[in-house]
């Protein structure tokens, strides 16, 4: 009798719409902190090249932090404690900076967000991963890629009436609030999905007995295999981190807006508008994923990324940012969900946390160098060099992506 496909399981529906919900609360704290950190550096009396210290330190940390937790996913039999444990950590750090008075206290508290973002995103990957069928994939990361940005319209929003009336340090401890219900759904309403999953049996030649897992919980390390990655994966792998080379902290977008006259006050507006296609796009890409080639899909959106740069190295005019930012949110609806349904279905099932554990680490460490990189080639030689470079960058890792023919699925 065939098993019961995941997506049809009720705990699968509500671990959906439960990580849905929790990614909306916690980039809504988040949101309201990131675009008005660059103005708060300034205030501290720190400059681009601090802020690619912090952000490269930060992303350093956060790889580290996917590339142990992805290995630890596969060794596991609940990933829930990592789940919630990450989100309750980087919540508890962000109210932090509105008492910071130096741009160091600053690093220690991206550096223990980032950590936590690090520890959690793999777990959670591959816990969504199993609540639903392969063909869905796509479908389910827009789904909570949507929900994320949706969160990233929120925060801004309340940033900006609260930077209107209070200022920067009230917009820090208002994050406190979104983020501990962030807390609160995760703990509340995400369930374990391994032993619930009937696929992850098939290596034991069993279908569908969670009862049996659990009266053998180290059952679990016994399927992990000692196959290597396939070559599919590395020629993604490849192509992402070439393109991590260029991709610095958004931070420095707002930094970039900032220098042509875009006021602090209007620096949460840009998360705004970039959101706001974001959260629009990432359901539609993800589900035409699902049906056409992920390849083309992510592919568009480095060029997209390409033109976005180029425009930011330019800076043609304040109008002209302002268009760009909302135009940047399709690269991102184009990348990030695909991307990651990309990586989990060229694997196999049992090492899907081993292969989004490295993605994340290659691309964290690229983006580390890209954060420094850029903070010391906007320093030496004004801020067009980097975007540029950026742009070049995009274009070849497209490029890549388009290299290998497209073939069946793995």
């Known amino acids: 009798m065939p098993a019961r496909s995941p997506e049809s399981q009720p705990s699968a529906v509500r671990n959906l719409y439960s990580f849905g919900i929790t ?17 708060f550096l300034v205030s501290l009396g720190a400059g681009p090249a601090q802020l690619g210290v912090i952000e490269g330190i930060a992303e350093s940390v956060a790889s580290f932090a996917k590339l ?29 900076l509105a008492i910071t008075s130096a741009w160091w206290h600053i690093l220690l508290i991206r550096f223990a967000d980032r950590l936590a973002k690090g520890v959690r995103g793999v777990p959670r990957d591959v816990m969504v991963a199993e609540s639903v069928g ?45 983020g501990a219900l962030a807390v609160l759904v995760a703990a509340f309403g995400i369930r374990e999905t391994r032993n619930q999953n009937p696929l992850f049996s098939q290596n034991r030649g069993e279908v ?30 490849v192509a992402v981190t070439l393109f991590s080379l260029g991709n610095s902290s958004d931070m420095f977008l707002v930094m970039r807006a900032q220098s042509i006259g875009i006021g602090v006050k209007l620096a949460p507006l840009l998360g ?112 067009s060099i980097p975007f540029y470079a950026s742009a070049g960058l995009a274009i070849v890792a497209a490029a890549i992506l388009l290299v290998r023919p497209a073939r069946k699925r793995d």
Request: no cysteine; glycine share 8%; charged share 15%.
């Open 134 to 178: 392969k063909e869905r994939l796509g479908s389910a990361y827009g789904l909570i890629q949507s929900m994320d940005s949706a969160g990233a319209i929120a925060g801004p929003l309340m940033a900006l009436v609260l930077l209107a009336r209070f200022g920067i340090r009230s917009v820090f401890w208002a994050a406190a609030v979104p």
């Open 272 to 383: 705004l508008v970039f959101n706001l296609t974001y959260t629009l796009g990432s359901w539609p890409a993800g589900w035409f994923s699902d049906h056409f080639s992920r390849r083309w899909i992510a592919a568009a959106g480095y060029l997209i990324f390409g033109a976005v740069y180029f425009v930011f190295g330019r800076a043609p005019s304040v109008l002209a940012i302002w268009i760009t930012m909302a135009v940047y949110g399709i690269y991102y609806a184009l990348t990030q969900p695909v991307l990651k349904a990309l990586v989990v279905e060229t694997v196999p099932q049992d090492i899907r946390g081993r292969a989004l554990g490295i993605y994340f680490f290659a691309t964290s460490v690229a983006t580390l160098a890209a954060s420094l990189i850029t903070g010391e080639l906007w320093k030496h030689l004004g801020p």
């Open 23 to 39: 990614s909306f609360f916690n980039d809504t704290a988040t949101e309201m902190a990131y675009w008005v950190l660059p103005a």
């Open 208 to 237: 569908g007995h969670p009862q049996r897992d659990l009266k053998h919980p180290n059952s679990a390390h016994r399927s992990v295999p000692a196959a290597g990655l396939p070559s599919s994966f590395y020629l993604v792998l």
């Open 68 to 96: 142990f937790s992805g290995y630890l996913t596969d060794r596991i039999d609940r990933r829930k404690p990592l789940v919630v444990g990450g989100y309750f950590v980087a919540n508890a750090v962000k109210p932090l």
